[in-house]
């Protein structure tokens, strides 16, 4: 059975073998999972150990059950078909080739769309359940620059459209094109270096 944002409590807290844990529920603790799930440059038993230390203050014992909750909770508690937490913008966004946002590219334009339209300075917030994030990212507004951005991303040009509009899309595409960097690697390492080092990721995260 699917979880229901507005009558079921939204979890910060996960049950795994009759014990109970504490989840990272905050939403950028969800955002680095993601970004570290796109990087091509960690295998699997690496996206594993980092995704164990981000969202458990005490990892539980039984690590294959635990990775299946920290999947279920970064889904909204979703059956796996609909695993997206997202809608007709944003499903199978964080699939390798057709990924239509990307949390270190479009930071301000999402950071600007959260305070034009819901009145939320993402820097001033202390802490956002990972749902409600997803709740309020998948409402934006047409009119929301990233919304533009993710439609230029996604949108497929057909032959049955003016040599005009294949140009413009070509050059959206282009122009807003997801590059393969670095830059999730970096952010990767810093938080290993933390947690490697028992040392605080508020400023990390």
Known sequence: MNSNILIDVLPQHIKIDNKIYKINSDFRTSMIFEMMINDDTLNNEEKTNIALNLYYPKIPYERDLAVEA????????????????????????????????DYELDSEYIYSAFLDQYGIDLQDVKYLHWWKFRALFKSLKEDNQIVKIMGYRSVDITKDMSKEQKDFYKKMKKLYEIPKSQTEKE?????EKALLSGGDLSDIL
């Open 187 to 191: 952010k990767i390492n810093e938080i």
């Open 70 to 101: 920290i999947i279920w909770f970064y889904t909204c508690g979703k059956r796996e078909q609909e695993a997206s937490c997202g809608n007709s913008r944003t499903r199978n966004s964080s699939r390798k080739n057709n990924r239509i946002y």
